[in-house]
């Protein structure tokens, strides 16, 4: 990914001193790409957060942050699922809250709230239209075909996703612990797909309890060489990858896969919208008031 999805969210203090603490260290860019926030801004709450003894700054190759500890395998870990964070957004999933929590197997991980307005996109982008008429119409029942439209018809589509990353075959292991969120494994290239396949089942009718080898057959994979979200289609008892490349498709892939569904919120509330998207307004305000190059073009404007 060459371009990032930066300086548009504003930076909740509260949020940003949880994942310091949370994530024993965490890069400053990794912190960038998390928030979608502005360089500047962060810099100068770091800073700040630094002066008053809050958290800690250290650097190995790039700065970092943390507050008692620092591990550096946990840091490259969440700079690799930042970049799920990044690919989510650009195709018009945004973030509401964000979290550090930890694994049952010692690792660090995303808990995301995510949120999008199916409704917006679908009346004001003519190819994504397109797109969405072209799936609703693949879908073979009716049950299917009414569950896809209520992501486009609504306002608000919510729900959580859980981001973990899987980087090191021989002294790693990620196995699905629950169903309550959708989930998406990040992996730095193709090569780790295998290992994913040979584990993959369908645990909708397991206790999870106390599963430590089997990975849900819904999964989401994140490519990192190759910025793609993909999920897993059988055919002739092969598995093969099935990539999603906007909104849409997302979509589609959540109701064809139901794991989860007890944790989609849908609404036709727009100041339920607003709510989920007051960072990002807040981003554009600040925006708005701080944009001096156009302050200073008004200022220089000819007074009727």
Same mark, same amino acid.
């Given at each position: 990914?060459?371009t990032? $999805?930066?300086?548009?969210?504003?930076?909740?203090?509260?949020?940003?001193? /949880?994942?310091? @603490?949370?994530?024993?260290?965490?890069?400053?860019?990794?912190?960038?790409?998390?928030?979608?926030?502005?360089?500047?801004?962060?810099?100068a709450?770091?800073?700040?957060?630094?002066?008053?003894k809050?958290?800690?700054?250290?650097k190995?190759?790039k700065?970092?942050? *943390?507050?008692?500890? +620092?591990?550096?395998?946990h840091?490259? /870990? !969440?700079?690799?699922?930042?970049?799920?964070?990044? +690919?989510?957004?650009?195709?018009? !999933?945004?973030t509401?809250?964000?979290?550090?929590?930890?694994?049952?197997?010692?690792?660090k991980?995303?808990?995301?709230?995510?949120?999008?307005?199916?409704?917006?996109?679908?009346?004001?982008d003519?190819?994504?239209?397109?797109?969405?008429?072209?799936?609703?119409?693949?879908?073979?029942?009716?049950?299917?075909?009414? *569950? $896809?439209?209520?992501?486009?018809i609504?306002e608000?589509?919510? $729900?959580p996703?859980?981001?973990?990353?899987?980087?090191?075959?021989?002294?790693?292991?990620?196995?699905t612990?629950? !169903?309550?969120?959708? /989930?998406?494994?990040?992996?730095?290239?193709?090569?780790?797909?295998?290992?994913? =396949?040979?584990?993959l089942?369908?645990?909708? $009718?397991r206790?999870?309890?106390?599963?430590?080898?089997?990975?849900?057959?819904?999964?989401?994979?994140?490519l990192?060489?190759?910025?793609?979200?993909? +999920?897993? @289609?059988?055919?002739?008892? =092969?598995?093969?990858?099935?990539?999603?490349?906007?909104?849409?498709?997302?979509?589609? +892939? #959540?109701?064809?896969?139901?794991?989860?569904k007890?944790?989609?919120?849908?609404?036709?509330?727009?100041?339920?919208?607003?709510?989920?998207d007051n960072?990002?307004?807040?981003? *554009?305000?600040?925006?708005?008031? *701080?944009?001096t190059?156009? #302050?200073?073009?008004?200022?220089?404007?000819?007074?009727?």
């Open positions: 990914m060459n990032l $999805f930066v300086n548009n969210r504003a930076i909740d203090s509260e949020e940003l001193i /949880d994942i310091i @603490t949370q994530s024993n260290g965490i890069y400053e860019n990794t912190l960038i790409k998390l928030l979608q926030c502005n360089r500047i801004s962060l810099e709450r770091l800073k700040t957060l630094k002066k008053n809050i958290i800690s700054r250290g190995l190759n700065h970092f942050y *943390y507050v008692s500890n +620092y591990d550096l395998k840091m490259k /870990d !969440l700079d690799l699922q930042s970049m799920v964070v990044q +690919y989510l957004v650009t195709i018009g !999933l945004y509401n809250k964000i979290q550090v929590i930890d694994s049952p197997y010692k690792n991980q995303f808990y995301l709230s995510v949120f999008a307005s199916g409704k917006y996109i679908y009346k004001n003519k190819s994504i239209k397109k797109l969405a008429n072209k799936r609703y119409n693949q879908l073979t029942s009716e049950e299917n075909r009414k *569950y $896809f439209s209520q992501f486009i609504n608000l589509t919510k $729900f996703i859980r981001v973990a990353s899987f980087s090191d075959m021989l002294q790693e292991k990620y196995y612990t629950s !169903l309550e969120t959708v /989930d998406v494994l990040a992996i730095p290239t193709k090569e780790f797909i295998p290992a994913i =396949q040979s584990n089942a369908d645990v909708s $009718f206790n999870l309890k106390n599963n430590t080898t089997l990975i849900r057959n819904d999964i989401l994979v994140y990192n060489d190759s910025n793609e979200l993909c +999920y897993f @289609t059988k055919e002739n008892n =092969q598995y093969k990858l099935q990539a999603i490349p906007c909104i849409v498709d997302f979509f589609y +892939y #959540l109701t064809l896969h139901k794991n989860s007890d944790a989609i919120y849908i609404s036709d509330n727009k100041t339920e919208y607003d709510n989920a960072l990002y307004f807040q981003s *554009y305000l600040n925006k708005e008031k *701080y944009n190059a156009q #302050l200073k073009k008004d200022k220089q404007k000819p007074q009727s």
